[in-house]
């Protein structure tokens, strides 16, 4: 652990110290190596309330607060150590593992390229900033820094076996599988890399090896509830390739369940569920009144545009329609990246926020709008002279706040079968989040998709939108004439590009949950799944009938 000397104080030197600061941050240090984090915190609260300040004793009662989850507190802390030191990579790194705790992704990576820039051989910091573009969806860059951190240690289980996972997200299964084969080696029971292996043998038909290596994780006393989470998720991926059904999804229950075990429920920053945050707008435009025929259409002809909202619901099509039009030249595209956060945060759900964005003035809209911009240029994406796609399928729930600040924006509504997409919502493994709770049980999956649907027919009828709805199995059907008519819509020159949309996928382009479907091009193996386990799904297909009829699918 530390001593008081490995942090490069800006201030006095430790040696100008008085002797009774010198004894305390000699205490501190030792409890640190010592590693008893509570009484370096006791010790370091002590120093501070008589007045002294000094970054080991900010670090030390930072650590203790990390260790009791209190991550803010940590944060701020670790922030305030950062301020009275010399660049210290140990801070800096301490600051993004706080930020990932608080799933604040982007700041996180901040953070780590802060860290690396001080140490840049430190192959442990190269695996953690991959992490945490991992996490921030931005897959290239987390398989360029984890490449680095293994160039630096070539032989770590942990750097080989978090590579061998991130390439199962992009459909890279050899080499996916050779990573995991050498963490292995280094580390016989990295459960990642049994994970990534047993996903391999599932999409390369080795189905008895998978069983035996997920039977093994799950009998194992010391696999971690997440890691049943994962590893019950992809039982039941084999089940279902198996075409053993009833299984499937009786293990896809335990799944979530071992899901509900682990992780709290998430609540948006003002404390609401995604279902309270539905309920509360749902409540509030219903009783607005509807627009006039004359204002639809005005909406309607309101000029070509350049910037386009691509929403829906999850597992309805969005990652395939946008990875088709990315693959345009005229077009940049932003995945599920939501620089439109903190104005949905700012501005909705409760009926004060929507009043005060009703109310809100063009200079404050105008602030909300230029840190949405330069959130865009900050991923590197220039809009200049392209057309520019901003795909979030939750957007559905956010459409005031879209619409008031770009008034001119256009929307693209992607479409699919209700059933498969409950279905595919249920069964997939999320990252946890306050939308991906909701999937934890088939109802609740059904519900939910309901509530987001009821209120998407609430705002069609009472604001002023332009979309254009994208059925995803016309899409498949007829490729060339349904993306030739999505083109016009949005006054794009077709282009043969598009044709090889997957080919985005294999350089680690996509970060959803669709990138190995994707992967595979275009093909119809996600139509009419529900039908398989119709006799599962029973008992929420009566609330899923109303939007199944609405939507024009067949009933059987």
């Known amino acids: 652990m530390l001593s008081p000397n490995a942090i490069p104080f800006r201030g006095t030197h430790v040696t100008t110290l008085a002797p009774s600061h010198r004894k305390l941050l000699d205490d501190v240090g030792g409890a640190m190596r010592a590693r008893n984090a509570k009484l370096a915190a006791t010790l370091a609260q002590k120093g501070m309330a008589s007045g002294f300040r000094h970054p080991l004793l900010f670090k030390a009662r930072a650590l203790w607060s990390a260790e009791q989850g209190m991550h803010e507190a940590a944060l701020a802390d670790f922030r305030q150590a950062d301020s009275m030191s010399l660049p210290d990579a140990a801070i800096k790194g301490a600051i993004g593992t706080s930020l990932m705790k608080l799933e604040r992704f982007e700041e996180a990576i901040e953070a780590y390229r802060a860290a690396v820039a001080i140490q840049p051989d430190s192959a442990a910091l190269h695996c953690r900033l991959g992490w945490a573009y991992e996490l921030g969806q931005e897959l290239a860059e987390a398989r360029r820094s984890h490449l680095r951190a293994l160039e630096l240690d070539s032989d770590n289980p942990e750097i080989l076996g978090r590579l061998a996972f991130l390439l199962t997200r992009t459909g890279s299964w050899s080499e996916a599988r050779s990573y995991a084969d050498r963490a292995l080696a280094a580390d016989p029971n990295h459960v990642a890399a049994h994970l990534a292996i047993a996903t391999?043998?599932?999409?390369?038909?080795?189905?008895?090896?998978?069983?035996?290596?997920?039977?093994?994780?799950?009998?194992?006393?010391?696999?971690?509830?997440?890691?049943?989470?994962?590893?019950?998720?992809?039982?039941?991926?084999?089940?279902?390739?198996?075409?053993?059904?009833?299984?499937?999804?009786?293990?896809?229950?335990?799944?979530?369940?071992?899901?509900?075990?682990?992780?709290?429920?998430?609540?948006?920053?003002?404390?609401?569920?995604?279902?309270?945050?539905?309920?509360?707008?749902?409540?509030?435009?219903?009783?607005?009144?509807?627009?006039?025929?004359?204002?639809?259409?005005?909406?309607?002809?309101?000029g070509q545009t350049t910037h386009f909202f691509l929403l829906g619901f999850l597992r309805s099509g969005t990652t395939l329609m946008e990875q088709v039009l990315a693959s345009n030249p005229d077009v940049v595209t932003l995945e599920e990246r939501e620089p439109a956060a903190e104005a949905t945060v700012a501005f909705s759900p409760q009926a004060r926020k929507l009043r005060a964005l009703a109310e809100a003035s063009e200079q404050t809209l105008d602030e909300y709008r230029e840190r949405y911009w330069q959130k865009v240029r900050n991923h590197g994406v220039d809009v200049q002279n392209r057309i520019f796609i901003d795909k979030g399928p939750i957007y559905t729930v956010k459409l005031p706040v879209l619409v008031r600040l770009f008034p001119r924006a256009k929307f693209l509504f992607a479409i699919r079968d209700p059933r498969d997409v409950v279905l595919s919502c249920y069964r997939r493994r999320f990252r946890i989040n306050p939308t991906t709770y909701e999937f934890l049980t088939l109802e609740?999956?059904?519900?939910?998709?309901?509530?987001?649907?009821?209120?998407?027919?609430?705002?069609r009828d009472k604001l002023p939108l332009d979309i254009y709805e994208v059925r995803h199995e016309s899409l498949v059907e007829d490729f060339d004439g349904q993306t030739r008519t999505l083109c016009n819509f949005m006054g794009l020159p077709w282009n043969?590009?598009?044709?090889?949309?997957?080919?985005?996928?294999?350089?680690?382009?996509?970060?959803?949950?669709s990138s190995p479907q994707i992967a595979r091009g275009l093909n119809r193996e996600g139509i009419g799944q529900w039908r398989r386990y119709a006799e599962q799904l029973t008992p929420v297909l009566p609330i899923l009938q109303p939007w199944v009829e609405k939507f024009g699918y067949s009933a059987a």
Request: proline share 4%; net charge neutral.
């Open 496 to 513: 043969d590009a598009m044709r090889k949309f997957s080919d985005r996928s294999k350089l680690g382009a996509i970060a959803t949950a």
């Open 444 to 459: 609740g999956t059904a519900r939910f998709y309901d509530s987001v649907m009821s209120l998407a027919e609430i705002y």
């Open 200 to 302: 391999t043998d599932i999409e390369e038909g080795a189905y008895e090896a998978a069983d035996v290596r997920l039977a093994a994780l799950l009998a194992d006393a010391q696999t971690t509830t997440n890691n049943r989470y994962l590893a019950l998720g992809l039982l039941g991926d084999l089940r279902d390739r198996q075409d053993r059904v009833g299984e499937a999804m009786s293990v896809f229950a335990a799944s979530k369940l071992e899901a509900r075990k682990h992780y709290p429920v998430p609540l948006a920053p003002d404390g609401t569920t995604m279902s309270q945050a539905v309920s509360l707008l749902t409540a509030h435009f219903r009783h607005m009144p509807s627009l006039a025929p004359a204002e639809k259409a005005a909406a309607k002809s309101a």
